[in-house]
């Protein structure tokens, strides 16, 4: 199956910060919103991953997204 051509376009968007901060704003619907600050860490065919930092060092946090959420508007990513 062909992805519509925005899905490749926020796939190339992401592969070309790889590595970079971004700042991630998840909609938790209801006006709840998360707002967080991490590194692009991994990129997989369906999901991409953003290591969250702590306070303490080693409570670093790795969280995946899909590229549908950004899609949808459901993460939105400023780099």
Request: proline residues 4%; hydrophobic residues 35%.
């Amino acid at each position: 199956m062909k992805q519509p051509d925005n899905m490749c376009r926020i796939y190339n968007l992401i592969s070309n910060n790889m590595g970079k901060r971004v700042l991630v704003r998840e909609n938790h619907g209801r006006n709840r919103y998360d707002i967080s600050e991490g590194i692009i860490s991994e990129m997989h065919p369906h999901v991409f991953c953003v290591t969250r930092e702590g306070d303490i060092p080693a409570s670093a946090k790795q969280i995946s997204y899909s590229y549908t959420d950004v899609l949808i508007k459901d993460v939105e990513l400023v780099f």
